[in-house]
C-alpha cells in the first residue's frame, strides 16, 4: 500500500467516524428501535465492534460493510451477510445487527462464541473499536459449522486454514473469557443490550460467570471432571448410581460397606491381598499352549475365562499357569478372584491352530524400540536389555548385545520383574513386591529415586516400594515414566518440560514421583486403567472407557485444542466412556499423533495430519480433537476394527472382515495398496491372493516404513520397505510373501523385522532371514543380500541344538534362543554386541559365552540381554548410558550379570 492511498484511507476513516459520532450512537438496543433523527434512515452497523469489510446485501444495495461497521439498507428491508462463500440467513435490516442476530439466537450462546472468537483472532486492524475481516474468498467455508463444542469448531479444518493464514496465535482461537468481555463490551459502547445470555449465572458467587468458570461450584474440582459440577459437597459417583460418593455407603456397589471396605472406590478388591494380574504369556496363545500368568497373590484363585472357570497346572504365590482350551478366535477377559477381590487381563484367541508349546506370534520387539533401548523379562523374572548408538551423533549405528540389570536377576521377589519399559537412555521394571526399580540415566530424575545421577544398577524408585505404593502398570517415555498404581492413581516423574508429569512444578522436572492431578485414584473417574506414553505426551484410559491425555501437544495430538501444552489430565472430547459401543478399548500413540479404537469397531485419531495419518480424508496439518477416521465411524455401512497399530506416521487397523485397512505415510509403499502416495483416508492393503483373501491374519507388525503380518498357516506376509537385494526395487507397495510353507511342509511361527531385514522361525525350529546382508547379519555365510529366505547355519531344526525357539534382530546382526537354553548370534560385532568375546563380524552364528540356560532374549543395535531360567538377566554390548545395569558405563564383549 502506498503513502498515499494510506493517507486518503485514514481521511476516510476519521470522516465516518466524525460521522457515527455526531450522530450520538444511542440506541434502544438490538430489538430494532428507530434510530435517531440525525442518522440517515439508510445507515445500520454490524458489531462485534464494529465489522468492516464483511459483504452485505438488500433489496436496495450490495456491497461491504464500510471501515466503521457501516451498510445501506431502506426500511422495512431484509439484509443478509455473507463470509466468503458462507451466508447467514437474511434477518430484518435495523441499525445495529450483532451476532446474536446474525446467528438467530435467543442469547450468547456457544455459536455465537464460536462466531465471535472466529472474528476477533482473524482480525487484521490493530484497532479494539473495530474488527476488519481479511478477504475470505480462498476458502471454502460452505460446510462450516457454528453449533459445536469451542473445541470440535476450532479443529474444523477450513477454521484452521483460516487461522493459520492470519491467527496471530498460529492455529489457535483467542482466549474465550477475552472474547465473552469484548462482546459485551462492544455491545455497551454502541449503547446496545445484547438478549440476557444463559451464561450470565454464578453458581458459587465468586465473581466469575459459570459461562467463564472452570470451577461453578468452587469445590477444588473443575467441572469437566466433576459428576457434580454445582454441587459444593460432591464431585464424584464411583458407581454410576447417582448418588455422591460422600453419600454413598458403597460407593462401588461392590456389596462390601465403605466402613468395612479398605478400597471403597474399587469393585475388584475389598480387602488387602487380593490378587494382580500383571501379565500373561504368550498374549496371543493357541490351542494346548501353557499360558502363564504372573503378579501376586495367586496362589489361592479361581481362573475364569469370560465367565468359565479353569483349573491351572501350575500355581504359585507370584505365577501360575493353565492349558490353552480351545476357544473361538476372539478376545476374552481371564479373570483371578480370591476372597479378597479380582484381577482381569485380556488374551487374543487366534484361529485355533495347534503348535504345541510354541508361540504364534508376530515378534516385534525390535519395532517397538526406536528411542534406542528395549528390554524384556526372562521366565524367571530377570531383566534383560538392548540398546544403540544415539541416533543423533551422526554415527553409524554399532550394533547389538543383550545385557542383565543388576538388581533384577530374578533371585528374589525384590529383584524379580513383571513388567518393564525403556525411554531413552533409561529404564523401569516392577518387581513382584509391587515396587519399582529404575536404572539408566537420570539428570532429569527419571529414576524416580530423589537423585540426578544416572546408575547402572536398577535403583528403588521412592514411595513405590511395594507398602505405600504398589505398581500394576509401568511407560516410560523420552526421558519421564509414568506408574499406575494399584489404586488406580496415576504417578509420574523425570523430565516435566512439555508437563507430561501431568502436574505443574517448580522446575521442569521431578526427581521423586508425584501423582498426576485427577488422577489420585481415589475415585472411578481419577483412577487408570491403561496408560501409554509417547516421547512428551501421555494419555490414560478410565475403568469406564474414558480418555485422558497431558503433556506436549505442538499439533494438537492431546485432543485438547490448540495448546503448547497441557500440565494437568484433561478429559479428551468426545471420548467420555459410557457405554461399550463409545468406550474406548485401546489407544495408539504414534509420535505426533493419537489414535483410539473404541468398543463399536469405530477409531478416532487427531494430531499431526501432514501424511494424512489422522484419516480425515483431507490434508489439513494437524487437527486438535478426536475426529471420526473415514470408513470407520460406526455407521453399519463402515468398516469395524478389531485392532490397531500406529507407526510413527502411518497406522493400519485388522478389520472384522479380516481385511487390513492402513492410512497416513506411504513414501515406502507401507499402506500396501499398490501406491506410493500419502492416503488421507484409510485404504484396503492389497489383496495377497486369490486363496488367501479371506484366510485369518494373527497379528500386524509396524515399523517406520514396512509393514508385515503373520497369517494363520504361517505364511508372511511383508510390504513397504522391504530391505535391499530385491529384483526391481527395495520397497513394495503391495504385499508380498517372505516366507510360506517350504517343500518339507514347514511353515514360519515367528517373524521379526528391523526394518532392513528379516528373520522367521519355522514350524521345525530352523531360521531363515532375507533382506539386507552387508554385514553378514542374515547368517548364511555371506555378504550378499537376498530378496528370498535363505537358511541360516547351523539353525536347520534338526534337533533341539539346532532349533530356534525366538529370533531377534538389530540393524545388523541377528540373535537366536535354542530350545537347549544357548543363544547364538551372528553378523556385525563392534563392541561386542555378538556376545563371544570380540568385535569382529561374523557371517554364521557364534555362541553367546555363558549363556547356556536362556529362556528370552531382547536384542537392539547396540545391546542384548538374556533372561535365564533361574531369573538372572545377563547383557553384553554398548554400555555408554549404563544400559547393561552392571554398575559401570564400560562396554562388555561378554554377558555381564545385571
Not at 469437566?224 to 454413598?248: K, R
Not at 505404593?469 to 506408574?483: L, M
Request: with cysteine; net charge negative; glycine share 12%.
Amino acid at each position: 500500500m502506498d503513502r498515499l492511498e494510506v493517507v486518503v484511507r485514514s481521511l476516510v476513516v476519521i470522516s465516518l467516524l466524525a460521522f457515527v459520532t455526531a450522530c450520538g450512537g444511542g440506541g434502544g438496543g438490538s430489538g430494532g428501535d428507530k434510530p435517531p433523527a440525525e442518522l440517515l434512515p439508510e445507515q445500520g452497523i454490524l458489531f462485534d465492534a464494529r465489522l468492516a469489510n464483511v459483504p452485505y446485501s438488500t433489496l436496495s444495495y450490495t456491497g461491504k460493510t464500510s471501515s466503521v461497521g457501516g451498510f445501506q439498507y431502506k426500511e422495512g428491508e431484509a439484509v443478509s451477510f455473507s463470509l466468503g462463500n458462507y451466508s447467514f440467513p437474511a434477518i430484518p435490516a435495523k441499525q445495529f445487527v450483532s451476532l446474536v442476530d446474525l446467528l438467530q439466537a435467543d442469547s450468547v450462546n456457544q455459536s455465537v462464541m464460536n462466531l465471535a472468537s472466529l472474528l476477533q483472532t482473524i482480525d487484521d486492524t490493530s484497532l479494539s473499536d473495530r474488527i476488519g475481516v481479511p478477504d475470505l474468498n480462498d476458502f471454502d467455508l460452505s460446510n462450516l459449522r457454528f453449533d459445536l463444542s469451542r473445541l470440535d469448531f476450532q479443529s474444523q479444518a477450513v477454521v484452521q486454514s483460516m487461522l493459520r493464514q492470519y491467527g496471530p496465535f498460529g492455529s489457535l482461537l483467542r482466549n474465550e473469557i477475552q472474547v465473552y468481555e469484548h462482546l459485551y463490551k462492544s455491545a455497551e459502547e454502541l449503547g446496545v443490550t445484547l438478549p440476557n445470555p444463559s451464561q450470565e449465572v454464578d453458581n458459587d458467587n465468586d465473581g466469575l460467570l459459570n459461562f467463564a468458570d472452570p470451577d461453578d461450584d468452587n469445590d477444588g474440582v473443575e467441572d469437566d471432571l466433576d459428576i457434580f459440577p454445582y454441587d459444593a459437597t460432591e464431585a464424584s459417583d464411583a458407581d454410576n448410581d447417582g448418588i455422591g460418593d460422600v453419600e454413598d455407603t458403597d460407593d462401588d456397589n461392590d456389596g462390601y460397606e465403605d466402613t468395612g471396605d479398605i478400597y471403597p472406590v474399587d469393585p475388584r478388591r475389598w480387602s488387602n491381598d487380593y490378587p494382580i494380574v500383571l501379565s500373561l504369556w504368550p498374549n496371543v496363545p493357541v490351542l494346548n499352549q501353557q499360558l502363564k500368568i504372573s503378579g501376586f497373590n495367586l496362589d489361592n484363585v479361581v481362573i475364569e475365562i469370560s465367565g468359565i472357570r479353569y483349573e491351572p497346572v501350575t500355581v504359585e504365590k507370584n505365577s501360575l499357569t493353565l492349558i490353552m482350551p480351545d476357544l473361538e478366535p476372539g478376545n476374552y477377559e481371564i479373570k483371578v478372584t480370591n476372597s479378597a477381590g479380582y484381577s482381569s487381563k485380556n488374551i487374543i484367541v487366534p484361529q485355533p491352530f495347534n503348535v504345541g508349546q510354541r508361540s504364534l506370534r508376530l515378534s516385534s520387539e525390535i519395532l517397538s524400540a526406536a528411542s534406542g533401548e528395549g528390554c524384556a523379562i526372562d521366565d524367571n523374572g530377570a531383566v534383560r536389555c538392548w540398546a544403540m548408538q544415539s541416533f543423533w551423533d551422526q554415527q553409524d549405528f554399532v550394533g547389538d548385545s543383550l545385557y542383565g540389570v543388576e538388581g533384577l536377576d530374578g533371585s528374589a521377589d525384590d529383584s524379580t520383574a513383571v513388567s518393564v519399559s525403556v525411554g531413552l537412555n533409561h529404564g523401569c521394571a516392577i518387581v513382584v513386591t509391587g515396587a519399582v526399580k529404575c536404572w539408566g540415566s537420570g539428570n532429569y530424575g527419571q529414576l524416580g529415586n530423589g537423585s540426578d545421577v544416572g546408575s547402572e544398577a536398577a535403583v528403588a524408585v521412592y514411595d513405590f516400594d511395594g507398602v505405600k505404593n504398589s505398581a500394576v502398570e509401568i511407560a516410560s517415555g523420552y526421558k519421564h515414566t509414568c506408574a499406575l498404581a494399584s489404586t488406580g492413581a496415576v504417578w509420574c516423574w523425570g523430565d516435566n518440560t512439555d508437563y507430561q508429569l501431568g502436574v505443574v512444578t517448580e522446575k521442569d522436572f521431578s526427581l521423586t514421583p508425584i501423582v498426576v492431578n485427577g488422577f489420585e485414584g481415589l475415585s472411578d473417574f481419577s483412577k487408570a486403567v491403561d496408560i501409554e506414553t509417547s516421547l512428551s505426551h501421555v494419555c490414560a484410559v478410565t475403568p469406564h472407557g474414558a480418555l485422558f491425555c497431558w503433556g506436549f501437544n505442538n499439533f494438537g495430538q492431546l485432543g485438547l485444542g490448540f495448546y503448547p501444552e497441557r500440565s494437568l489430565p484433561r478429559m479428551v472430547p468426545g471420548l467420555s466412556g459410557g457405554s461399550g459401543a463409545s468406550s474406548v478399548v485401546d489407544v495408539a500413540l504414534g509420535s505426533t499423533h493419537s489414535c483410539a479404537l473404541l468398543g463399536s469397531g469405530a477409531i478416532k485419531c487427531w494430531g499431526k495430519n501432514k501424511f494424512g495419518q489422522v484419516g480425515i480424508g483431507f490434508d489439513t496439518y494437524f487437527t486438535s480433537s478426536p475426529v471420526e477416521v473415514e470408513l470407520f465411524g460406526g455407521g453399519v455401512s463402515d468398516n469395524i476394527a478389531v485392532s490397531i497399530s500406529s507407526g510413527s506416521d502411518h497406522n493400519c487397523a485388522l478389520l472384522d472382515t479380516n481385511e487390513i485397512s492402513c492410512w497416513g505415510e506411504n513414501n515406502k509403499g507401507q499402506l500396501g495398496n499398490g501406491k506410493y502416495v500419502d492416503s488421507y483416508i484409510p485404504v484396503m492393503v492389497n489383496a495377497f491372493d486369490s486363496v488367501k483373501v479371506g484366510e485369518d491374519k494373527i497379528s500386524l507388525a509396524l515399523s517406520s516404513y514396512s509393514s508385515c503380518v503373520l497369517m494363520d498357516s504361517g505364511e508372511v506376509w511383508c510390504w513397504g520397505w522391504l530391505g535391499r537385494g530385491h529384483a526391481a526395487s527395495d520397497y513394495s507397495h503391495a504385499p508380498v510373501v517372505v516366507r510360506s510353507i517350504d517343500d518339507k511342509g514347514s511353515y514360519p511361527m515367528a517373524v521379526s523385522t528391523s526394518g532392513g531385514h528379516y528373520c522367521a522361525i519355522n514350524s521345525d525350529g530352523g531360521v531363515e532371514c532375507w533382506g539386507n546382508n552387508d554385514d553378514g547379519q542374515l547368517g548364511n555365510g555371506s555378504k550378499i543380500d537376498s530378496v528370498e529366505p535363505v537358511h541360516v547355519v547351523g539353525l536347520d531344526g534338526v534337533n533341539a541344538s539346532s532349533s530356534a525357539i525366538k529370533v531377534a534382530l538389530g540393524y545388523s546382526h541377528s540373535c537366536a534362543l535354542l530350545e537347549v537354553g544357548r543363544v547364538l548370534c551372528w553378523g556385525k560385532g563392534v563392541s561386542g554386541i555378538l556376545g563371544n568375546g570380540g568385535e569382529d563380524e561374523s557371517m554364521e552364528p557364534v555362541a553367546v559365552v555363558g549363556v547356556e540356560d536362556a529362556v528370552d532374549i531382547v536384542v537392539d543395535s547396540s545391546s542384548s540381554c538374556a533372561l535365564l531360567i533361574n531369573g538372572a538377566v545377563k547383557c553384553w554390548g554398548v554400555n555408554d548410558s549404563g544400559q547393561l545395569g552392571n554398575g559401570t558405563f564400560d562396554k562388555s564383549l561378554l554377558p555381564v550379570p545385571v
